[in-house]
């Protein structure tokens, strides 16, 4: 049986010490996390997430309910012991003199050895495994000054599995990075959820590449309700894009994408290579066209290539062309009278 890492029953999370008379941001909460599982926590903006990461970090003081990590009260745990059950990667920037990654890498075992403490050998074991984990041993003698942001990143989670803690949670971690980079953090961090059996916890605007890589979705809505399920669960029952849907936005579940919806100009029919067909298609809709597929319209679209070159068919009721790029063809379709 799947082993529960952090267990949050009727939990309220806001601003003040008690539920009388603090401000309550979102609640009541019942939801878990399973050892081994990467948890994507998502939302519009000021629903609470980095409210509900500092309440479950133990940095801001909940207005009801309970916190337990593997079956223990967070709230009974000293403060300094709390620190081996879970660590936090927070998106502020902090200073840090003149450390060099490595260095940084080994205040993780603060929490085993204190600050006086010397490394012993489990320690430096569990640090050169940090470092080989997150693949950033030839970042070890570099200052952290001379880091870039997604290499920062990376040994602040280094100095997080240094810390050696069942539970680790992360306050948009991919804030700041270019997509490559992005995308390697979260594919880092899945992998890591994976080999460790750590729970991981990261609040993120990055909504597609949530959809792909998490186990499940935490969801926190407008609407005071925080859904938890598998993000293709979610998509399916119209919860995830009911969550962000805005006007003149909406989510295709087809291609899990949002779509800026533009007004309705006309219906028009693509066939052809399949590539062709969804490129051409997202820029068709942009342009307001209500596109159909392998269907009888008044206007209709070809799409053919050949290796690198494209080509594309329009035969309409009163005109037709032929062009070799999308923004050729859209320049036709917007003028008419050509």
Not at 82 to 99: I, K, Q
Not at 138 to 161: F, N, Y
Not at 230 to 245: S, Y
């Amino acid at each position: 049986m799947d082993q529960v890492a952090l267990q949050i029953s009727q939990l309220e999370i806001g601003y003040g010490q008690k539920r009388q008379s603090g401000v309550k941001v979102a609640g009541p909460i019942d939801i878990a996390i399973q050892a081994g599982e990467l948890i994507c926590l998502l939302g519009p903006n000021g629903v609470g997430k980095s409210t509900l990461l500092r309440t479950m970090a133990g940095i801001q003081p909940s207005l009801g309910g309970s916190i337990h990590i593997l079956s223990q009260n967070i709230s009974e745990i000293h403060k300094r012991k709390l620190a081996r059950h879970l660590s936090v990667v927070l998106t502020d920037s902090l200073g840090y003199g003149n450390l060099t990654a490595f260095e940084l890498v080994s205040l993780g075992r603060i929490p085993h050895t204190g600050w006086f403490g010397n490394l012993g050998s489990e320690d430096r074991n569990k640090i050169q495994w940090a470092v080989e984990s997150t693949g950033i041993s030839h970042l070890c003698q570099k200052s952290i000054h001379a880091l870039s942001d997604g290499e920062r990143q990376k040994v602040m989670i280094a100095r997080a599995l240094a810390q050696d803690t069942p539970v680790i949670l992360l306050d948009e971690p991919t804030a700041h990075l270019d997509l490559p980079n992005r995308i390697d953090i979260v594919r880092l961090l899945r992998k890591l959820a994976r080999e460790t059996e750590k729970a991981i916890i990261m609040s993120t605007h990055e909504l597609d590449l949530a959809l792909q890589a998490a186990d499940k979705i935490w969801l926190m809505t407008s609407e005071n309700i925080t859904y938890s399920g598998t993000p293709e669960d979610l998509v399916l029952n119209d919860t995830f894009g009911g969550a962000f849907t805005r006007e003149g936005i909406t989510f295709d579940k087809t291609h899990g994408i949002f779509k800026v919806v533009e007004p309705h100009c006309a219906e028009i029919n693509l066939n052809g290579d399949e590539v062709g067909i969804f490129w051409t298609k997202r820029a068709l809709e942009r342009q307001g066209y209500t596109v159909l597929c392998q269907s009888t319209a008044n206007e209709n679209i070809a799409i053919a290539s050949e290796g690198l070159q494209w080509s594309w068919r329009y035969q309409g009721r009163e005109r037709h062309g032929t062009f070799a790029s999308i923004q050729a063809l859209i320049d036709f379709l917007k003028h008419p009278k050509l």
